[in-house]
């Protein structure tokens, strides 16, 4: 006789019945909100002070957590991988075994990358690649020459470390402990939910609560920062196409432009959540998704096309043999401001540990969103779905559109037009340079096409934080809430970005997520820990016969098995 236990299949969480928060868990809810909220009239009405004391706090951070955020994304690469390529976890499926997936592989890879880093593929496809050829660590030491031929792979080399299997394997872990625990062992999809191999019945109590507020709060700043850098770009596409007032004279986004941006953007936004995952999202997701095509096709056919092949080939090969080094490597300052250690150490500070925590804080919700769209994926096909394919998207993204820019710059005579516009506006001087000489009419329209483009992704990355926010806030229910609370937290989101923005522009909107994404680090370490008993576990009990999904327990009176493993 076995001494395997079923697993923990019941979690019941505390919810409201009746009265304005039917369905919810007040303990979850209210307490979100006032952070939130709190954040929001702190930098609104006292954005000096809001931003001296997030910019000290930022500063600590980066000097005492930056191998900590290095060395834990490393850590979810591993166990992805792992997951993936054991056998015994790697066919698990997540949800029921007959179970299959709701959506079809174009919808699912569209809403993965659209709700992910789709948005900024539009930013930092271009923007990176090109920041990176005028300084990165090799520049640094002295090893290739900034904006030089030399510094080219270089350039694409950290590129791909930012955007590649790192970015993706915060989600993926996140993704796969919420529909694991959520879709095979039938608990409530929040993020609580995940950790029930390590402290079982309890999460139902105070420890979830916390958990669950960490995530949703960690959510509101991660989405915050994407829209931040949104903002910033869709004000510059629609001073491209014509609309004035919107930026100074110097093209930073003015008060006004800040506004009338969030006001498009969240309104769209909350009336696609209103709709739900299955209509506005999917549609969005597939809309944009056909327009990224068609721009990347722009890119490949009439940009750098040779230059951009080799960028995606020659890169991939250089980022794969740095990989290894890159994911755990450390830069300690000396102290003396100048230096190449204080200047390494900041460097990583500015690009590779303020991406590390984008990602982590961005994990709740875009983990919870490839949850809810992946039910009935094995975990090998979750894993390589949501890691590699999305990976190389980016990959052809950074070497074709940012490529071109390089290209421009170094060969085809742009003379600093694309270094010196803003991060948001790269694109669009890059493809002004490009048709402007040909029609101008053609230049203005590939600008509104990119506004367009942006408006998709921002409104699908916006509508879907929005819904998912919703769900961590009822106990995992996945089904329509209430409108009001759909609105509120739209207009928190927005209210976010605005005032961060105002307070302090992109860095205070930086500063606050890197802040945020920190004790969501640990749950998500935590996370990884759970998979792994989870499914060592599962493996163990298939072997003896012990049912291991929810619809094998639900129903049926188990067999008194004696002591043995905990029911997770």
């Not at 948005?119 to 030089?148: C, D, R, S, Y």
């Not at 995940?194 to 509101?220: K, M, N, Q, R």
């Not at 053609?442 to 699908?460: E, N, R, S």
Request: glycine letters at 12%.
């Amino acid at each position: 006789m076995s001494n395997l236990q079923p697993p923990l299949t019941d979690l019941p969480i505390e919810t409201t019945e009746g009265g304005f928060y039917n369905g919810f868990a007040k303990q979850v809810a209210v307490p979100a909100k006032v952070i939130i909220s709190v954040l929001c009239v702190w930098a609104i009405v006292w954005p000096i002070q809001s931003g001296a004391v997030l910019s000290g706090l930022n500063s600590w951070i980066l000097g005492n957590a930056a191998a900590w955020y290095i060395w834990t994304v490393a850590l979810f690469v591993i166990v992805c991988l792992g997951l993936a390529l054991w056998p015994t976890s790697g066919r698990m499926n997540l949800g029921c075994d007959d179970e299959k997936p709701e959506f079809s592989n174009f919808s699912w890879f569209s809403m993965m990358f659209g709700a992910g880093i789709g948005v900024g593929m539009l930013t930092w496809a271009v923007a990176e690649p090109v920041a990176h050829f005028q300084n990165n660590p090799e520049v640094i030491q002295g090893i290739t020459t900034a904006k030089e031929a030399d510094n080219i792979l270089m350039a694409y080399k950290w590129s791909y470390l930012h955007w590649g299997l790192g970015a993706w394997a915060c989600y993926a872990i996140a993704g796969l402990g919420l529909a694991f625990f959520a879709y095979r062992r039938g608990l409530p999809l929040t993020i609580r939910s995940s950790l029930t191999p390590l402290f079982g019945s309890s999460l139902a109590g105070w420890l979830g609560h916390v958990i669950d507020i960490v995530a949703v709060v960690a959510t509101i700043l991660g989405v915050a920062q994407t829209l931040g850098f949104g903002v910033e770009q869709f004000v510059a596409g629609l001073t491209r196409i014509g609309i004035g007032g919107l930026a100074d004279a110097d093209g930073a986004v003015t008060t006004t432009g800040i506004i009338v941006a969030l006001l498009i953007i969240m309104g769209a936004s909350t009336l696609s959540a209103l709709s739900g995952v299955g209509k506005g999202i999917k549609w969005l997701s597939n809309i944009n998704m056909v327009l990224s095509i068609f721009l990347l096709s722009f890119f490949i056919i009439f940009g750098a096309t040779f230059f951009g092949l080799n960028a995606f080939f020659v890169g991939i090969w250089e980022y794969l043999i740095a990989f290894p080094g890159l994911s755990f490597n450390v830069w300690s300052s000396d102290g003396v401001e100048g230096s190449e250690s204080f200047l390494l150490a900041q460097w990583q500070g500015w690009w590779p540990v303020f991406y590390w925590a984008w990602w982590i804080a961005f994990a709740p919700f875009v983990g919870l969103f490839l949850a809810r769209i992946s039910r009935g994926r094995t975990i090998r096909e979750f894993i390589l779905g949501a890691m590699i394919v999305p990976s190389l998207m980016c990959f052809v993204w950074f070497a074709w559109a940012g490529g071109t820019a390089i290209d421009l710059e170094l060969n085809g005579g742009a003379n600093g037009v694309i270094y010196e516009a803003g991060n948001g506006d790269k694109i669009f001087a890059m493809t002004e340079f490009m048709l402007a000489p040909i029609a101008q009419v053609l230049a203005w329209g590939m600008a509104l096409l990119i506004v367009v483009l942006l408006m998709t992704f921002l409104v699908t990355s916006a509508d879907s934080a929005v819904l998912i926010v919703n769900t961590i806030n009822a106990a995992g229910d996945e089904g329509p809430k209430a409108r009001p609370h759909i609105i509120f937290w739209g207009v928190a989101l927005g209210t976010v970005v605005a005032g961060l923005l105002i307070s302090g522009g992109t860095s205070a909107i930086q500063t606050a997520m890197v802040i945020g994404a920190l004790p969501f680090s640990i749950v998500m370490v935590l996370m990884c820990v759970a998979l792994i008993k989870a499914t060592w576990n599962d493996g163990r009990r298939e072997k003896a016969g012990v049912p291991t999904t929810h619809d094998q327990i639900d129903g049926a009176t188990p067999p008194d098995l004696g002591p043995g493993v905990p029911a997770e």
